[in-house]
Structure formats: C-alpha cells, structure tokens
Antibody, heavy 125, light 107 residues
Framework: EVQLVESGGGLVKPGGSLRLSCAAS????????MSWVRQAPGKGLEWVGR??????????DYAAPVKGRFTISRDDSKNTLYLQMNSLKTEDTAVYYC????????????????WGQGTLVTVSS | DIQMTQSPSSLSASVGDRVTITCRAS??????LNWYQQKPGKAPKLLIY???SLQSGVPSRFSGSGSGTDFTLTISSLQPEDFATYYC?????????FGQGTKLEIK
C-alpha cells in the first residue's frame, strides 16, 4: 500500500524558514517523480514544484510564486522527500501535500496519483 | 502559465441526478487533463487522467471527455458520497495549474 506521510509543519514568522518532510513507502521511491501541492485555507489547489527521479536527471521545477525561495530535494536512501521553505510570506500559509507524479506511458501524460494527508504551515507574526 | 477555468463554481443537485462540470484551458492542452475529487479535510483523489481514462478503483459513473481546450467531467447518477469539490488540472506544461474548483452540494 502506498503511503505518504508529511511532517514539519507549524507556525513561523514572516521571513522565517521551515523544512517539510514526506516519508514514502509502498512503492519504489527512487524511481518516482514527486511533487508538492498546497492549499491555502478555504482556497483551491496550487502546485508548488516537482523533482524528477535521479535516473531522469533529478531536476526540479517550481511555480513562479515560490521560485528562488523554496527548494525541493530527495534522499532516496531514506525514501524521503523534502521541501525547504525560506523567506516565508503570509501568503504561503497553507496545507502542504506531497504527491506522486505518475507518468502514463499509454497516454504520455502525468497525474498526481497518491497524496499524503498534508501538513499545515502558518506564516504569521 | 496556462489558465484553467471551471464552470460552474458551485452546483446544487440531488441524488440520482446527472451532473456535468466543465473545464476550459487558456490554450490547447491536447488530452493532458486530469480530474480530482476532494472532500472536506481530506486530500484530493484522482478520478480521471488523460481527459477520459478512469483511475483504477473509481466508480464507472464518473467519466471524462474532451481535448484541446474544452473538457467535461460527468457523473451519471449522483450518489451521496459524490458531494465534494472537483478540480481539473493540466499537465501539458511544466508549470502545472489547477482550475479553481467546483463545489457540488446537495439540493
């Protein structure tokens, strides 16, 4: 059974930093592309960024609002995904979900197949 | 970024109704369109990928169609557990974007 468990959320002041973790199990993590998606209170879903598998280059992509402030990394030996968030702003307040970023060879498309339960980050003074 | 616009933003319907939600992309995205269901306090769940492919385990009353810029999610006969918020999402561009959501409520 695929499991994704996020941790590390909490209250942080504007300008501060926080690192989220996502522990993965039930699938071959090292082969997986992974993404972070966030949801501000009462709002819709917003993609934050992704990291590809090392065999696919291990490269990262980010949404414009977080580029230069957030960094996604992975430790395949620990089956863990990370999101380092720096220079946090009040508008970064959200539940942060980690997701698998699945590629379908039959359709050539990607989709977020599995999601964690989310961890809440609150940025407030 | 590619903008995704869903309509309606909210919808009231009854158990047994046939419901259709529309998603429009600001440019052609071929069939790079997914649909998700989210219930309050829960993570989203993938329903449809590649515009019309049903995710494993999802009931057959859910179906998707469309290509290019216009897409639809149809629920053929609403069940009590289907009342939730639905999101479309494009994976055509590197910068993934979601629609704003459609909240499906009980009439």
């Amino acid at each position: 059974e695929v499991q994704l468990v996020e941790s590390g959320g909490g209250l942080v002041k504007p300008g501060g930093s926080l690192r989220l973790s996502c522990a993965a199990s039930g699938f071959t993590f090292s082969n997986a592309w992974m993404s972070w998606v966030r949801q501000a209170p009462g709002k819709g879903l917003e993609w934050v960024g992704r990291i590809k598998s090392k065999t696919d280059g291990g490269t990262t992509d980010y949404a414009a609002p977080v580029k230069g402030r957030f960094t996604i990394s992975r430790d395949d030996s620990k089956n863990t995904l990370y999101l380092q968030m720096n220079s946090l702003k009040t508008e970064d307040t959200a539940v942060y979900y980690c997701t698998t970023d699945e590629y379908s060879s039959s359709s050539g498309t990607t989709s977020f197949d599995y999601w964690g339960q989310g961890t809440l980050v609150t940025v407030s003074s | 970024d590619i903008q995704m616009t869903q309509s309606p933003s909210s919808l009231s319907a009854s158990v047994g109704d046939r419901v259709t939600i529309t998603c429009r992309a600001s440019q052609s995205i071929s069939s790079y369109l997914n649909w998700y269901q989210q219930k309050p306090g829960k993570a989203p769940k993938l329903l449809i990928y590649a515009a019309s492919s049903l995710q494993s385990g999802v009931p057959s009353r859910f179906s998707g169609s469309g290509s290019g810029t216009d897409f639809t999610l149809t629920i053929s006969s609403l069940q009590p557990e289907d009342f939730a918020t639905y999101y479309c999402q494009q994976s055509y561009s590197t910068s993934v974007t979601f629609g704003q959501g459609t909240k499906l409520e009980i009439k």
